[in-house]
C-alpha cells in the first residue's frame, strides 16, 4: 500500500461551485469537488480536467494550482487505510451543465451558504470560500 495521486477540479461559475456526490469510498454519500486519479504521464492539471468532464459533462480549462491536500484515513486501531495527496486545481468554466456520470450519484451548482448547511468531504467548504468570497 502507498500513497496514491489524485486531482480536484475546482470550478466557479455565476457565483457557485460544481460539487458532485461521490458514490465510492473514501467519502461516499458526501459532497466535493469533482476529481480522481490522475494516470501515468498525465499532469494533475489535465487530470482535473479530464475527471471534470467524465463526472458531470462540464468542459473547463485547467487554470492553477491552487494547493494540495493530504487525505489520509486510518480505522479505530490507527492503521492507515486510505492515503491520498490531492492537487487543487482551480478551472475555468468553458460549458455544460452538471449530469451526474462515472462514480457519482448527483452534481450541481452551489453556493457558499448551501455549501455551509451541506455534508461535504472535508476542506470544500475552506475551498470553495477561498474562490467565492
Known sequence: MHPKLGAIAVVAHENCV??????NEPDA???GFPGGHVELGETALAAAARELQEETGVTA???R?????????RDDAGVVTFHCLLA??????????????DDVSDAGWFTLAEIAKTQTSA???EVASGLLA
Open 61 to 63: 480549462t485547467p487554470n
Open 29 to 31: 454519500g458526501l459532497w
Open 88 to 101: 487543487v486545481v482551480i478551472c475555468d468554466y468553458v460549458s455544460g451543465d452538471p449530469v451526474a456520470a
Open 123 to 125: 476542506d470544500v467548504y
Open 65 to 73: 494550482y491552487l494547493n494540495n491536500l493530504d487525505i489520509v484515513h
Open 18 to 23: 460544481l460539487l458532485v456526490r461521490r458514490k
